[in-house]
């Protein structure tokens, strides 16, 4: 299964809870539970296989580490509305933004071709450094002594 199909089928495997905003909007919204709280539990999911539940953990566990617990269930508010239907809208789609993030293929590095010409300017170019900062320390007796 294609990983947008999976996206469209997750909303049947998270939970809404509803719970009243503590946004300074006036006392309208203090009546009413517009706070959304999304919760989905990875471990438990049938939709993505052993492999694609471990990428998503650890996508978690590294990127949001606040909104993934012990169990693997993941967490996520939104109270960016007065409405319930967009917070809940609002919290959907972050999730399924997270899990598209945490499912990309991740670039692998390309190393650099370096020159010897250029390691031969970086290693001149260090010993003018190293030559100046020599040359800036207090001569002391020993040394001018040693010199002579």
């Not at 993505?48 to 539940?53: H, L, N, P, S, T």
């Given at each position: 299964m294609e990983n947008q199909?999976?996206?469209?089928?997750?909303?049947?495997?998270?939970?809404?809870k509803f719970s009243k905003s503590s946004k300074a909007k006036g006392s309208s919204l203090?009546?009413?539970?517009?706070?959304?709280?999304?919760?989905?539990?990875?471990?438990?999911?049938?939709?993505?296989?052993?492999?694609?539940?471990?990428?998503?953990?650890?996508?978690?566990?590294?990127h949001a580490a606040d909104k993934i617990d012990k169990e693997g269930e993941i967490v996520i508010y939104s109270k960016r509305t007065g409405s319930q239907k967009l917070n809940r809208q609002y919290a959907l789609e972050k999730l399924k933004r997270l899990i598209k993030e945490a499912l990309k293929p991740s670039k692998t590095r390309q190393p650099i071709q370096v020159s010897p010409k250029w390691h031969e300017a970086r290693i001149k170019e260090k010993k003018i450094v190293s030559e100046k900062k020599r040359l800036r320390k207090k001569i002391s007796q020993e040394d001018l002594e040693k010199e002579l």
């Open positions: 199909e999976k996206l469209k089928k997750l909303e049947k495997e998270v939970s809404f203090e009546a009413r539970q517009v706070k959304v709280t999304l919760k989905w539990n990875v471990l438990d999911s049938k939709l993505f296989d052993e492999d694609e539940k471990k990428k998503i953990i650890n996508y978690f566990q590294t």
